[in-house]
């Protein structure tokens, strides 16, 4: 158990919709990562928050959003859904904002399946 | 920008056979290198890690030595289990600048285990 909880764990949906996935990170832990795993684009970063405030962006569509909240929990919205982005959706959280590169912990993720 | 290159799997040994995954790397400062491994189901795990030139992670029979002369940090275990099955990443964190921490992963490599 990696200390990162996220929610739902599956998740099918229609193209069109919105969604919310949501993550908690481990105790003490200031810093929260996204990223999408799909079967052709691999491991994606999309975003990154630390202390609530967005401190790096990746390969994140226009269409998705994300913040964190003063508890540290995080959500990350995904808005006019295709099926392309069906994909597997992994939050993850370390203590550290930069400086000496740590380990992150991941979550187990949230399938999002879009029809 | 910084990227990480996998050699292509799936991989697949008989129990005790010797594992090697190979992996360069590109990055534009000095990064910490690391695998992390997926097994079924499950979010991403560190395996190990090298923070700089010429250290060797080591982790439950796994091993890598950061080379950076080659650019590479190759995977390799001496006599693997049906346990190991699972997916194998390797990825690189650069300290400072904008990326603050995040991760840059390779395409991951499937390591089937036969008895």
């Known amino acids: 158990d990696s200390g990162v909880t996220q929610t739902p764990k599956h998740l099918i949906t229609a193209t069109g919709q919105r969604v919310t996935l949501r993550c908690s990170p481990r105790?003490?832990?200031?810093?929260v990562y996204w990223y999408q795993q799909s079967l052709d684009q691999g491991l994606q970063f999309l975003i990154q928050y630390y202390n609530g405030e967005e401190r790096a962006k990746g390969n994140i569509l226009e269409r998705f959003s994300a913040q964190q909240f003063p508890d540290l929990h995080s959500e990350l919205n995904l808005s006019s859904l295709e099926l392309g982005d069906s994909a597997l959706y992994f939050c993850?959280?370390?203590?550290?904002?930069?400086?000496?590169?740590?380990?992150?912990?991941f979550g187990e993720g949230s399938r999002l399946t879009v029809l | 920008g910084d990227s990480v290159t996998q050699m292509e799997g799936p991989v697949t040994l008989s129990e005790e056979a010797f594992l090697t995954i190979n992996c360069t790397y590109t990055a534009t400062g000095y990064p910490s290198l690391f695998w992390y491994v997926q097994y079924p189901g499950e979010g991403l795990q560190l395996l190990l890690k090298a923070t700089k030139a010429d250290d060797k992670g080591s982790n439950k029979g796994f091993e890598a030595t950061y080379r950076k002369e080659t650019t590479s940090f190759h995977l390799e275990k001496g006599s693997v289990q049906v346990s190991d099955s699972a997916v194998y990443f390797c990825?690189?964190?650069?300290?400072?600048?904008?990326?603050?921490?995040?991760?840059?992963f390779g395409q991951g490599t499937i390591l089937t285990v036969h008895p």
């Open positions: 993850a959280s370390s203590r550290l904002l930069g400086g000496s590169p740590g380990e992150l912990f």
């Open positions: 105790s003490g832990d200031l810093s």
């Open positions: 990825a690189l964190s650069v300290a400072g600048g904008t990326s603050y921490g995040k991760l840059t």
